[in-house]
């Protein structure tokens, strides 16, 4: 059962394959007892957030999260949910949540924990809802929902600073890289799970996590080792918690689920990190922040010698909050980006685009101009081998029980363009 929920399950023509919280299986039955919810979140203590709260809570920090919605209602979202500044275009359905996923992720980041519900890492911060097609949107309903491209693009354009993507396909998908480096462009951090597909050749770690200029997260369990289920290979930037999560699996928000897993909730906890540090540092860009965040990491290898299971380590906001005079590097320097000496590529340019948004204005201003589009493929070779992250003492992040997937536009696409599709992630992944 469990191994249905990671894997996701195709859907409709045109919509798309999700791995949800949703029915996580044995182990998952809702429990009435919502205080229960907080005693489950084992990764608050050990990451100190009683103690990083002190220096930032994340607020004046929007977080885009591009989801099945959220319901602003739940008790710890209550005064959480920026409805009003989703644009029109894409606005239809954002708090209605279909599924559970997306309020789940809302609350991992931005949550208050009012009435026993979930405490997020980052209650400070605000959410921007974001509704797209996934497994189990309403059929009468899927033509008026976004499809990802459409809401990540949409969101480069609002002064969201973060955006979040719990949710990822298997193949390449020009329309989501196109997305995302517009994203880049306008300053955005954008950070996604990189799938649940951890018993594949390389990982299968899909899109939008394996685009360029997207922090992609793995999942660690309670003992700070990286769940087996976790996508694999050379698009793994850093680790946070992910196994053992109380969330919603079902559109009646009467109650919590327990025992998931997953990228998801993993990519939440990141998002929330990234929301404490941008908080604490507002007149820093996205580059800077996703600097912090590979510096401080937790890991037992070099820092330049990223693995494809761990990428540069397990996400400690700590570590940045502590330090006051810490020192975030270049503006405009994408630091997940390298000179492949072999392909003789440049994937980041130094200076920031005309376009880009000012740090002042959004906090945030990233530079893909010039990018080749191979984003992280080309990022350098990243080890094999297992993996354990170090103590999860300073470390962090949560999971649902999926990463969200999505097809490649209609499914008809998918048959015909499938395999060339895949081959093409193949290779843009090989070291």
């Given at each position: 059962?469990?191994?249905?929920t990671?894997r996701g ?10 791995s949800?919280?949703?029915?996580a299986?044995?182990g998952v039955a809702?429990?009435?007892?919502a ?15 009683e103690?990083m ?7 004046g ?8 919605g959220?319901n602003?209602s ?6 959480q949910?920026?409805?009003d ?5 894409v ?5 209605k ?10 609350e991992?980041?931005a ?6 519900g979930?405490?997020?890492l980052?209650p400070g ?14 059929e ?45 462009s ?18 299968d770690?899909g899109?939008p996590?394996?685009?360029?200029y ?12 990286i ?8 698009y ?19 109650s919590?689920c ?17 929301a ?12 800077q ?9 937790s ?30 590097g ?7 980006a ?5 392909k003789?590529?440049?994937?980041v340019?130094?200076?920031p ?11 945030s201003?990233?530079?893909?101009e010039g ?7 080309a990022a ?14 300073a470390e ?10 999505i ?25």
């Amino acid at each position: 059962m469990k191994s249905a929920t990671r894997r996701g399950l195709p859907v409709r023509a045109g919509s798309v394959i999700a791995s949800a919280l949703v029915a996580a299986g044995v182990g998952v039955a809702p429990s009435a007892a919502a205080a229960d919810a907080q005693s489950e979140q084992w990764y608050l203590e050990p990451m100190q957030a009683e103690t990083m709260w002190k220096a930032s809570t994340g607020k004046g920090i929007k977080v885009a999260v591009i989801d099945t919605g959220v319901n602003p209602s739940t008790p710890s979202l209550r005064g959480q949910v920026l409805a009003d500044e989703v644009p029109k275009q894409v606005a239809y359905g954002a708090t209605k949540d279909y599924q559970g996923h997306g309020t789940s992720m809302a609350e991992l980041i931005a949550g208050t924990g009012a009435e026993g519900g979930l405490q997020g890492l980052a209650p400070g911060a605000k959410i921007v809802p974001y509704r797209i097609v996934l497994t189990g949107v309403p059929e009468a309903e899927e033509k008026k929902t976004a499809e990802p491209a459409e809401a990540i693009k949409a969101a480069a354009d609002t002064d969201a600073q973060i955006i979040n993507m719990s949710f990822g396909g298997p193949y390449y998908d020009p329309a989501i890289e196109e997305a995302v480096t517009y994203a880049a462009s306008k300053g955005k951090l954008l950070i996604a799970g990189v799938g649940n597909e951890g018993g594949g050749d390389e990982g299968d770690i899909g899109y939008p996590a394996a685009a360029p200029y997207v922090v992609g997260v793995s999942s660690m369990d309670r003992d700070a080792n990286i769940s087996k289920f976790s996508s694999r290979g050379n698009y793994v930037d850093l680790v946070a918690p992910g196994e053992d999560m109380p969330g919603y699996c079902r559109p009646s928000f009467e109650s919590y689920c327990h025992g998931l897993e997953g990228t998801s909730a993993s990519a939440a906890i990141a998002s929330a990190s990234a929301a404490l540090i941008w908080s604490a540092h507002p007149d820093w860009t996205a580059n800077q922040v996703t600097r912090a965040l590979i510096d401080t990491a937790s890991r037992k290898w070099p820092k330049n010698d990223p693995t494809q299971y761990a990428g540069y380590g397990t996400v400690r906001p700590r570590v940045v909050l502590e330090n006051p005079n810490y020192d975030a590097g270049p503006a405009y320097s994408d630091p997940l980006a390298k000179w492949n000496k072999e392909k003789g590529k440049k994937l980041v340019t130094e200076v920031p685009p005309a376009s880009a948004a000012s740090p002042s204005a959004t906090g945030s201003s990233q530079a893909p101009e010039g990018s080749s589009g191979a984003g992280k493929a080309a990022a350098g070779s990243k080890a094999e081998g297992t993996e354990k992250t170090e103590n999860v003492a300073a470390e962090s992040s949560t999971d649902d029980n999926s990463t969200l997937w999505i097809a490649l536009g209609a499914a008809a696409a998918v048959v015909v363009l499938g395999g060339g599709a895949f081959v093409v992630l193949r290779s843009r992944r090989a070291t």
